[in-house]
């Protein structure tokens, strides 16, 4: 079964960083974009914080332009977002997506997403 598993996240204080960690397990030929999305209380959906292509592509929503990186490990099917200089407004779950999941006996793809973790930033 292929599925997202994230790590990171917490408690963090104002002006400091995080860093999110997101690895796809299972049998896994090919993944389209790896990214990030995230979701403030009283949001109805996920907003995009970054993705990355598997060519290396970056792009970034507005509140992550210069203060968060996102890296990828094809090899390892894992997607890294390096958060710095974090801000209240921050604080929110954060979701692993990954577009066009192929896995190693089918010919089709999907759409992955873990499970959120969450980031809160104190002031």
């Known amino acids: 079964q292929v599925q997202l598993v994230e790590s990171g996240g917490g408690l963090i204080q104002a002006g400091g960083s995080v860093k999110l960690v997101c690895t796809a397990s299972g049998n896994i030929r090919s993944i389209s974009g790896m990214g990030w999305y995230r979701q403030e209380s009283g949001q109805q959906r996920p907003r995009l914080v970054a993705i990355i292509s598997s060519g290396g592509y970056e792009n970034y929503g507005d509140s992550a332009k210069g203060r968060f990186k996102i890296s990828r490990d094809n090899t390892m099917n894992m997607v890294t977002l390096q958060m710095d200089s974090l801000e209240p407004e921050d604080t929110a779950t954060y979701y692993c997506?990954?577009?066009?999941?192929?896995?190693?006996?089918?010919?089709?793809?999907?759409?992955?997403w873990g499970k959120g973790t969450l980031v809160t930033v104190s002031s």
């Open positions: 997506n990954a577009k066009n999941v192929v896995e190693v006996s089918k010919d089709y793809g999907m759409e992955l």
